[in-house]
């Protein structure tokens, strides 16, 4: 997530804390560099100039110039009027009783609409809720049978009617089903058009009219741009927007149009996409996201990453294990698929405060198939070898090798560096580390 802006104004951010004086011209050379890096992120104009005027006077006003470690000083100005861009503070639904609270999901074709209902409805089971979706995407049947399809996977009930069927009278229905098999939120996944046209509008209005939803979500593909802003600034202008969905900030570098979004229009970020995957959809926090973009790291949205992804049962014994030098190539299988339900391992990394950097070469690990490759020989062996490894001579090798598809090169490199790890992990277990070795992945 916007990886090439965080880049450079992580660049910036090093070389500041490194100047133990700042002189204003420093400061403004510094600025004129912010200010590049914003605009090619594809950040409204008009908000870059507000945002590093404001930098620059409050800089300036409260004597940063003279104070010690400047530097950090303008870094946290820099922090504070992030997060003020992108909204200041979390925009949580609001879908109190009395209930079941309607939100409707509206927006252009293939912004992600019915993909972001039903994440959305995972999440919001998991903080709690009982949420039901309904396919008022009425005119093509294969946006019903996508929205069916997704249900499915994810566990929960779908509300359809037939081709044609207004969708209001659709969405009807829903709240029918939801009062009486007691869901309390109702996600109405609606039809996209092309364009913002006359009759879209007249339909969504229709909608809200009908529906009176707690709240109206406009989805948007951050990949477009400066256009996603305008998207939303039109569609606010004639629908009471209540918050955005932005999607696709998994893309490229153009996701900064998605930090000036907030500020053009007046309108809340509630929840960003990353992913085509169900897990793939984050809250929106705006000091968070700031934080990472800075490199401070979100360390926060990691360990609740964590938490979700990783079976704690399943951690604890396998702490306990390591603490006992008794972990085995089967726990180490068993910690490797949890890291894997966590998400991208990229995306994880990108959390880790200094760590930004191996973000990319970690994903690279994954993407190449390094992970997949240690799995599948860890798959091969039996479980007295996954227990024992130095029972695997070369015999066993070659057969390891050859079921798993890969070489004894492999095989023999993994091991290896299972080896050094139980070294490593039976001296965090006596209590004595060496210092400068950091423990190294089997599979880099
Ligand atoms: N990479 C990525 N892809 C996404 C994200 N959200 C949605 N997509 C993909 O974008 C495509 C369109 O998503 P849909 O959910 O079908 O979009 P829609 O708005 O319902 O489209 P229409 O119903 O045709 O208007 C699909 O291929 C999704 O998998 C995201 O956050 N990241
Ligand atoms: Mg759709």
């Known amino acids: 997530m916007l990886e090439i802006l965080s880049a450079r104004l992580q660049a910036i951010a090093a070389r500041l804390r490194g100047q ?15 200010r590049l890096a914003l605009l090619e992120a594809d950040v409204h104009f008009r908000v870059v100039k507000t945002f590093v005027a404001r930098i620059r006077e409050r800089a300036i006003g409260t004597e940063v110039l003279d104070g010690v470690r400047p530097g950090h000083q303008v870094i946290k100005l820099v922090h504070e009027e992030l997060v003020d861009i ?17 939100v409707l999901l509206v927006g252009l074709q293939g912004s992600g609409k019915t993909t972001s209902a039903a994440k959305l409805a995972v999440r919001l089971r998991r903080d709690g ?9 009425v005119y093509r049947p294969a946006a019903v049978e996508q929205l069916v399809r997704l249900g499915e996977q994810v566990d929960i009930e779908v509300v359809t009617g037939p081709t044609g069927i207004p969708p209001a009278a659709i969405a009807e229905a829903g709240l029918a089903a ?11 996944d609606t039809a996209g058009r092309q364009h913002m046209d006359q009759p879209m509008m007249a339909e969504l209005e229709g909608l809200v009219g009908a529906l009176q939803p707690t709240e109206s979500l406009l989805v948007v593909d951050a990949m477009t741009g400066q256009e996603a802003v305008r998207v939303a600034e039109t569609f606010h202008a004639t629908l009471p927007i209540t918050g955005l969905i932005l999607t696709k900030m998994d893309g490229d570098a153009r996701g900064g149009a998605a930090l000036s979004i907030r500020s053009v229009t007046g309108v809340p970020i509630a929840y960003v996409g990353t992913g085509e995957g169900m897990d793939a959809f984050e809250a929106f926090h705006p000091d968070r996201l700031a934080q990472r973009i800075l490199g401070m790291g979100d ?33 180490f299988r068993s910690q490797l698929q949890q890291v894997k339900r966590m998400g991208p391992i990229g995306q994880l990394l990108e959390m880790v405060p200094g760590a930004a950097g191996l973000a990319g070469a970690a994903q690279a690990a994954v993407d190449d198939g390094e992970l997949r490759r240690v799995e599948a020989i860890i798959e091969s062996m039996t479980p007295t070898e996954r227990r024992e490894p130095h029972l695997i001579k070369a015999a066993r090798r070659r057969r390891i090798a ?31 580390t060496r210092p400068g070795r950091a423990p190294r992945l089997p599979g880099r």
């Open 20 to 34: 133990a004086r700042l002189t204003e011209a420093d400061l403004d050379a510094a600025l004129r560099e912010v």
């Open 86 to 102: 992108l909204g200041g503070e979390r925009h949580v639904l609001r879908l109190g009783p009395p209930g079941p609270a309607v």
């Open 129 to 137: 809720h009982r949420p039901l979706l309904v396919a008022a995407d």
């Open 178 to 188: 939801a009062r009486g098999g007691g869901a309390d939120v109702v996600i109405v």
């Open 299 to 331: 360390i926060v949205t990691l360990v609740e990453r964590a938490q979700e992804g990783m079976d704690r049962e399943e951690a604890e014994r396998a702490a306990q294990r390591i603490l006992e030098s008794r972990f085995t190539l089967e726990d």
């Open 402 to 432: 050859a079921g798993s598809g890969t070489s004894v090169a492999h095989v023999n490199r993994l091991l290896r560096q299972f080896e050094e790890m139980q070294k490593l992990v039976r001296q965090l277990g006596s209590g004595g």
